[in-house]
């Protein structure tokens, strides 16, 4: 079936710092989503990523979706603590189906 | 704005117990998902209904089923619990006639014991 990995699984930084995950797809993606998780929270809808190297920005977060559709990236510039927390990816393949989420990469930013 | 609201929040319950959880989902959104997120994983589709019927089903075990109602709020009842359904369990709604953008609700924390 098809895996959804990122990498790094954990990052450390310090605040002012760049951050970067990355997001792979074993197959094609119809569309890539991000969602960020704060320590104890649920899942927030960040963006969504729908053409073939499309790139969209917000405020210090730029995603891009690749070429191939098959992975996408989400940098942070400038961390800040309250960047803090799990960022996912994940595949909707489209109207009412479910969403197939990446491991996600745990970022921790301390000051 | 109104969010998605699960209940209950925390459940404690014996191996071999039943669980109900329940999902309100955004007024308006028609279409509700269940997932399950175990400790330092990744949140696992299990169940999605639009419009009050199954629209697509992923690692749900078949002690557990799941309905919408007519007012669109979802249940899931899990039965025969182990110990490995501990989990978080979120709920999530979408507008599926204009976005697929999905909404979390804050999630129910089960434990069994």
């Known amino acids: 079936g098809q895996q959804v990995m990122q990498i790094p699984q954990y990052q450390h930084v310090q605040e002012g710092e760049d951050f970067t995950t990355y997001c792979n797809s074993s197959?094609?993606?119809?569309?890539i989503q991000w969602y960020k998780q704060r320590p104890g929270g649920h899942p927030v809808f960040l963006i969504q990523l729908v053409k073939s190297g499309e790139v969209k920005k917000q405020k210090r977060l730029t995603f891009q979706f690749g070429e191939a559709k098959k992975n996408s990236s989400l940098h942070i510039t400038a961390t800040q603590t309250t960047d803090v927390g799990t960022y996912f990816c994940a595949d909707n393949t489209g109207t009412a189906s479910k969403l197939t989420f990446g491991t996600g990469t745990r970022l921790q930013v301390t000051l | 704005a109104a969010g998605v609201i699960q209940s209950p929040r925390h459940l404690i319950k014996e191996k071999r117990e039943t669980a109900t959880l329940k999902c309100y989902p955004i007024?308006?959104?028609?279409?509700v998902y269940w997932y399950q997120q175990g400790p330092g994983q990744d949140p696992q589709f299990l169940i999605s209904?639009?419009?009050?019927?199954?629209?697509d089903k992923g690692s749900i075990p078949d002690r557990f089923s799941a309905q919408q109602f007519s007012d669109y709020h979802s249940e899931l009842n899990m039965s025969s619990l182990e110990l490995g359904d501990s989990a978080l369990y979120f709920c999530?709604?979408?507008?599926?006639?204009?976005?697929?953008?999905?909404?979390f609700g804050p999630g129910t924390r089960l434990t069994v014991l």
């Open positions: 197959t094609t993606l119809s569309n």
């Open positions: 999530a709604s979408s507008l599926d006639s204009s976005t697929d953008t999905q909404y």
């Open positions: 007024p308006r959104h028609d279409t």
């Open positions: 209904f639009y419009e009050k019927m199954q629209s």
